[in-house]
């Protein structure tokens, strides 16, 4: 696959939350925990509507300039007082839409992430990605995040 032009990062909006839930459900693992449906389920509209009011979070979409959502990530603020009260920036759910991936959309979404989390003084940014994603895994490595911790789940 070729690489696109740069994508516009951008907040997202109410109609997009379908489009970003469809790209939370393309694997296994969030086929399994997500639910497609029209009408949408109120608990992404509800979740969505939460996030908007977070000054500490950022929802964004990866705009491909013609109008489509082809990625998107979610950007925490958490302030802290350990490492001498740093803030750190908490990345989340990055997904590339299927047919776009392997043209560097992902990059440029974290990247975003990254200068976005230091310009709101985060002295580090941190993100999780499931044990069995180990192409994901390299990818982060090589975008310089360094394996540093074991991740523990509780569900509910």
Excluded: K
């Excluded at 979070?57 to 489509?68: M, P, Q, S």
């Excluded at 200068?115 to 994603?133: D, F, G, I, P, S």
């Amino acid at each position: 696959m070729s690489a696109i032009p740069e994508v516009t990062i951008r907040a997202a909006r109410r109609e997009d939350v379908g489009t970003i839930i469809a790209m939370l459900a393309d694997d296994p693992l969030g086929g399994a925990r997500e639910r497609i449906e029209d009408p949408l389920p109120q608990s992404y509209v509800t979740a969505f509507e939460r996030l908007q009011l977070d000054p500490n979070i950022l929802l964004v979409v990866a705009d491909d300039g013609e109008g489509a959502v082809v990625g998107c990530l979610q950007l925490c603020i958490l302030p802290g007082l350990s490492s001498q009260g740093a803030s750190r920036g908490l990345i989340e759910d990055v997904r590339v839409a299927s047919h776009c991936r392997g043209r560097g959309i992902g990059e440029q979404m974290v990247q975003w992430a990254i200068v976005e989390a230091r310009a709101r003084e985060c002295r580090l940014v941190e993100l999780l990605t499931h044990h069995t994603r180990v192409d994901a895994q390299r990818f982060y490595e090589r975008l310089g995040f360094a394996r540093s911790h074991v991740g523990m789940t509780l569900r509910f």
